[in-house]
């Protein structure tokens, strides 16, 4: 249940009128190239993910993941 504290801080009309569209945050050249970085490296992962699912094989990988997973 909201408290008093949580209704007087919520956004008002106007401060959800002044929010940025996602357009506008996504011009911001240091955000377009963090996004860049961040897209680059995942694709670095799965690349990894995949060499190391052939190299170990598909059960191994699963047992593995099972062993670190909390029951």
């Not at 050249?29 to 992962?45: D, F, G, Q, R």
């Amino acid at each position: 249940m909201a408290t008093k504290e949580d209704i007087a801080n919520m956004a008002t009309k106007e401060d959800i009128a002044n929010l940025a569209t996602k357009e506008e945050v996504a011009d911001i050249p240091a955000i377009k190239v963090a996004v860049l970085e961040t897209k680059h490296k995942v694709e670095e992962i799965q690349e990894d993910q995949k060499s190391i699912h052939e190299l170990l094989g598909e059960h191994e990988v699963a047992i593995r993941t099972l062993r670190r997973k909390p029951v």
